[in-house]
């Protein structure tokens, strides 16, 4: 059975390590990396393919690559739905980092072009498919905290601002929303659904990118989420399910969990559950791809493009409120 072949845009720290995962699934092949500088493709790709591996200096060429079936795009998020556009429109699947687009409206242009035209996309969101969260998912579906009511996720890191770096940047989708809050909203909409009503606050950075933030996240009947980012704080990173009869740790950090502890009651000391992800943990999601492809499918049903139109939603509501604006780059391609 011939190889799925990977192409790469945008050769970044990720995508480094995304293409040391891909070498751990078996019938898969980097064999394009496409940047806007054919210097760091070519680079990128001596370091990370093998001797057959192209570096292509445009995403356009990459595009056109006829030997690449699928495309990880790891470029800023607002070149993300003009360049899985091209790939889709040229019957390229793609696995889209997170977060998916810059706005809600560059997520459905993607959607849409991947359903017209038949061909698989899906978000990198990895967590979903990390072991220990695989468990978290089955453990829910048993019954084992009896109904999930409410979700409590944070997710901080320290960063010097620096006007330079695009984590600051508006223009390429900087602030902790975009870059952090994917995770928490990602892993609640998870648990819960899709929520009904947000709430967002958030301090904003000298470059005008949020840097602190919460959001409350309401959901039918009474349930709720709460969660946290920070720029500036180094908080654990930590998630914890409640449910009518118990609830579930994942114990930091939670967006590639090893760990998750099951409590029955307040007085239970808890069942500690190992899982460890493979790789750097981005294998499962690669592996979650190559199968789709294998077996003619358009989407995945562990991350299903529907829960990415969601996130998105919780996003660009945030957003608004917080007086963020966003904007797609479509001259990526």
């Keep these: 059975m011939q190889d799925i072949r990977w192409g790469i845009a945008g050769p970044g720290r990720i995508a480094a390590n995304v293409a040391g995962d891909?070498?751990?699934?078996?019938?898969?092949?980097?064999?394009?990396?496409?940047s806007r500088s054919p210097e760091r493709a070519r680079a990128f790709a001596e370091q990370h393919g093998g001797p057959d591996t192209r570096g292509h200096g445009s995403y356009r060429a990459l595009v056109e690559d006829p030997d690449v079936d699928v495309v990880y795009i790891a470029t800023p998020h607002p070149q993300h739905a003009a360049i899985a556009v091209a790939c889709l429109e040229a019957g390229k699947a793609v696995l889209v980092e997170k977060t998916f687009t810059a706005t809600l409206a560059g997520a459905w242009r993607v959607v849409d072009t991947a359903r017209t035209h038949g061909v698989f996309a899906m978000e990198a969101m990895w967590t979903r498919f990390q072991p220990a969260v695989v468990r978290l998912r089955e453990l829910i579906g048993e019954g084992a905290?009896?109904?999930?009511?409410?979700v409590q996720a944070d997710l901080g890191t320290v960063r010097d601002?620096?006007?330079d770096d695009r984590l600051f940047s508006l223009e390429l989708g900087g602030g902790a929303l975009l870059d952090l809050g994917?995770?928490?909203?990602?892993?609640?909409q998870m648990v819960l659904g899709t929520p009904d009503r947000v709430h967002a606050m958030a301090n904003r950075e000298t470059t005008d990118v949020d840097a602190d933030g919460a959001m409350l996240l309401g959901f039918p009947e009474g349930r709720f989420a709460t969660v946290q980012t920070s720029f500036h704080s180094p908080s654990p990173g930590q998630a914890r399910v409640f449910g009518t009869t118990g609830w579930i740790d994942v114990l930091p950090r939670f967006h590639h969990p090893s760990t998750i502890v099951l409590h029955h009651g307040i007085?239970?000391?808890?069942?500690?559950?190992?899982?460890?992800?493979?790789?750097?943990?981005?294998?499962?999601?690669?592996?979650?791809?190559t199968e789709c492809l294998r077996r003619g499918a358009t989407e995945s049903t562990v991350m299903p493009l529907d829960d990415t139109?969601?996130?998105?939603?919780?996003?660009?509501?945030?957003?608004d409120q917080l007086g963020l604006v966003f904007r797609e780059d479509d001259t990526a391609v």
């Design 22 to 34: 891909l070498a751990l699934v078996e019938g898969t092949t980097l064999a394009a990396v496409g």
């Design 182 to 188: 994917v995770y928490p909203v990602s892993f609640a």
């Design 309 to 319: 139109l969601a996130v998105q939603g919780v996003l660009a509501e945030a957003a």
């Design 267 to 289: 007085d239970d000391e808890g069942e500690r559950i190992e899982l460890p992800a493979t790789g750097r943990g981005l294998y499962h999601e690669l592996v979650e791809v």
């Design 145 to 150: 905290i009896g109904e999930p009511r409410s």
């Design 161 to 163: 601002v620096d006007p």
